[in-house]
């Protein structure tokens, strides 16, 4: 039979090994949130080139498909299961939208916010409105982000730390190529109002909501004002 001294050294092993398992999966998670969506950036590239009239079923079925898939690992791993909303999970949906319009139309009224990412946007529906580049903006893009980001990277590589808040908000920002320092802190400031969203709600439901409603309030307000 195992004796004191025989389990002893088993049992002090544990928490070192436990220690590792647990860097290891931090260190996976922080690398697909980061590699996942340069992939697909990089096939959506491929279907069309840049132009959103090109390819417009294969790029919206492609990234329907690449988006299952993902949020499929993310439920077989337990790291994230989208679950039907309760009225909890509205409610702190409107709280958390509300809280980001208000920013929003905070900084559009008294900050002059540039970057790449809205310019981008901008040249795209020069040429005209297509489906796909409607849902790429409104609804793709920000289900993308929230997952790879918001998911994998801060709850899944920093466990919902403020740290992890911190790290992923300023990448959400360079995602969006700010021109200047005070819109790199503005996008910085909306991404710790969809991370913190997320650290209290304990769904992505609560900032994917969020953002595709911000999204599409920016392509109907487009129509207005271009």
């Given at each position: 039979?195992?004796?004191?001294?025989?389990?002893?050294?088993?049992?002090?092993?544990?928490?070192?090994?436990?220690?590792k398992?647990?860097?290891?999966?931090?260190?996976?998670?922080i690398?697909?949130?980061?590699?996942?969506?340069?992939?697909?950036?990089?096939?959506?590239?491929?279907?069309?080139?840049?132009?959103?009239?090109?390819?417009?079923?294969?790029?919206?079925?492609?990234?329907?498909?690449?988006?299952?898939?993902?949020?499929?690992?993310?439920?077989k791993?337990?790291?994230?299961?989208?679950?039907?909303?309760?009225?909890?999970?509205?409610g702190?949906?409107?709280?958390?939208?509300?809280?980001?319009?208000?920013?929003?139309?905070?900084?559009?009224?008294?900050?002059?916010?540039?970057?790449?990412?809205?310019?981008?946007?901008?040249?795209?529906?020069?040429?005209?409105?297509?489906?796909s580049?409607?849902?790429?903006?409104?609804?793709?893009?920000?289900?993308?982000?929230?997952?790879?980001?918001?998911?994998?990277?801060?709850?899944?590589?920093?466990?919902?730390?403020?740290?992890?808040?911190?790290?992923?908000?300023?990448?959400?920002?360079?995602?969006?190529?700010?021109?200047?320092?005070?819109?790199?802190?503005?996008?910085?400031?909306?991404?710790?109002?969809?991370?913190t969203?997320?650290?209290?709600?304990?769904?992505?439901?609560?900032?994917?909501?969020?953002?595709?409603?911000?999204?599409?309030?920016?392509?109907?307000?487009?129509?207005?004002?271009?």
């Amino acid at each position: 039979s195992l004796s004191r001294k025989s389990i002893a050294p088993m049992l002090a092993g544990w928490p070192e090994e436990m220690w590792k398992d647990d860097c290891v999966e931090r260190i996976k998670y922080i690398v697909l949130g980061l590699l996942l969506p340069i992939s697909f950036g990089i096939l959506r590239y491929m279907i069309n080139g840049g132009d959103y009239f090109k390819n417009e079923i294969l790029l919206i079925s492609m990234a329907t498909l690449y988006l299952w898939y993902s949020f499929r690992y993310a439920r077989k791993t337990n790291l994230e299961e989208l679950e039907i909303p309760t009225k909890k999970i509205i409610g702190q949906f409107l709280v958390t939208f509300l809280i980001s319009q208000l920013f929003y139309y905070t900084g559009i009224q008294f900050l002059q916010i540039q970057s790449d990412s809205s310019a981008s946007f901008a040249e795209n529906i020069s040429h005209g409105y297509s489906l796909s580049l409607m849902l790429s903006v409104s609804v793709i893009s920000p289900i993308e982000e929230e997952l790879f980001l918001r998911g994998f990277v801060q709850k899944g590589g920093f466990r919902n730390s403020w740290l992890g808040i911190f790290l992923t908000s300023s990448f959400f920002s360079l995602l969006h190529v700010p021109n200047d320092a005070l819109s790199f802190i503005y996008y910085a400031l909306s991404g710790f109002i969809y991370g913190t969203s997320y650290k209290y709600s304990k769904t992505l439901w609560v900032p994917i909501l969020c953002h595709i409603g911000h999204n599409t309030i920016i392509v109907v307000r487009s129509f207005f004002y271009t």
